[in-house]
Nanobody, 113 residues
Framework: QVQLVEPGGGLVQPGGSLRLSCAVSGSIFSIYSMGWYRQAPGKPREYVAHISSGGSTDYRDSVKGRFTISRDSAKNTVYLQMNNLKPEDTAVYYC???????WGQGTQVTVSS
């Protein structure tokens, strides 16, 4: 069974920073692309960022220049560094191993004063 565990969520003020982590077990982590998605209440889940097994990255336009996705193969972990957070970033964030279609449990990120 592939499992993805996501610590790192929380409450942050606008303009603040937060780093999300996603630890993967039960798969050959290094060969799969990883993605981050988010879902706000009453809205569909949306794509945030992607990183390939080779390290190439991609971001949705609204987070470019603010978010950075990275991976550490030695730790079987993918990260999402979020800077200059805005209230509209408030959502439950999910990591996904795209090759297997396995999802993490989600972690709440709230950006508010």
């Amino acid at each position: 069974q592939v499992q993805l565990v996501e610590p790192g969520g929380g409450l942050v003020q606008p303009g603040g920073s937060l780093r999300l982590s996603c630890a993967v077990s039960g798969s050959i982590f290094s060969i799969y692309s990883m993605g981050w998605y988010r879902q706000a209440p009453g809205k569909p889940r949306e794509y945030v960022a992607h990183i390939s097994s080779g390290g190439s990255t991609d971001y949705r336009d609204s987070v470019k220049g603010r978010f950075t996705i990275s991976r550490d193969s030695a730790k079987n972990t993918v990260y999402l560094q979020m800077n200059n957070l805005k209230p509209e970033d408030t959502a439950v964030y999910y990591c996904c191993e795209l090759g297997s279609g396995s999802w993490g449990q989600g972690t709440q990120v709230t950006v508010s004063s």
